[in-house]
């Protein structure tokens, strides 16, 4: 069986911190308090449920009839290839929609041995990993990760306008470019690159199936 990132009480204790600090940026569990018991062990089930392998998700929607008639009328392709065609982008979106929660996972590979702690399970609006430097100014760092550079919608953007949350994407979008070298933690950045995220995939994808077939 494949094993989740490990998430150890200091991590949490991390988390709980930061919320404390900044309970604007907590993830709302609804009819709970945010200063209660339950709340935090709610919390805590998430943010250890989120570090859990996660398999990527088949696509279940109907692809729309009239994008029959623009790839034949417009783009010019045999209607013997439309079906598959079709087929093979919806199996291309579901792996683009996992890709960013592998980079994630990636991140936090390398990142928590550098004093950051992932925000898994989605426990905090817009950010992805906090960092805890006491005595400092920012005390608390916080980023937010996409994988390309047109990846983030307007909402997202919004809440992170007026705050402290740097912002890092991995590729840009109409070049392909990779963009590590600019990864904001200087001391994490030359064990982060294009080949070791590959090389994370791959691994990942492989114990995913493995343990699939163990079942």
Not at 86 to 109: F, I, P, Q, W
Request: charged share 25%; aromatic share 10%.
């Amino acid at each position: 069986m494949m094993k989740p990132l490990r998430a150890n009480s200091s991590m949490f204790q991390t988390l709980v911190a930061f919320i404390s600090a900044n309970p604007g940026s907590a993830r709302k569990f609804k009819s709970t308090a945010i200063d209660s018991q339950e709340y935090r062990e709610k919390l805590e089930r998430k943010f250890i449920e989120g570090r859990s392998p996660r398999a990527p998700e088949k696509p279940k929607t109907v692809p729309d009839s009239v994008v029959s008639i623009i790839l034949e009328d417009y783009f010019g392709e045999k209607p013997s290839d439309i079906e598959e065609i079709k087929r093979t982008h919806l199996l291309a979106m579901a792996a683009e929609n996992t890709v960013g929660d592998l980079l994630e996972r990636y991140l936090a590979s390398v990142l928590e041995s550098h004093g950051w702690v992932w925000c898994s399970g989605s426990v905090t609006k817009s950010i992805d990993f906090i960092k805890h430097n006491p005595g400092q100014s920012p005390e608390w760092v916080c980023l937010q990760v996409k994988n390309r550079d047109n990846s983030e919608n307007s909402s997202a953007s919004a809440v992170r306008n007026g705050t402290n949350i740097e912002k890092w994407f991995r590729t840009f979008s109409r070049t392909g470019k990779t963009n590590w070298d600019k990864f904001p933690d200087i001391s994490a950045r030359n064990q982060l690159s294009e080949s070791g995220f590959r090389n994370f995939v791959k691994n990942y994808i492989k114990a995913i199936n493995s343990s699939a077939s163990e079942r």
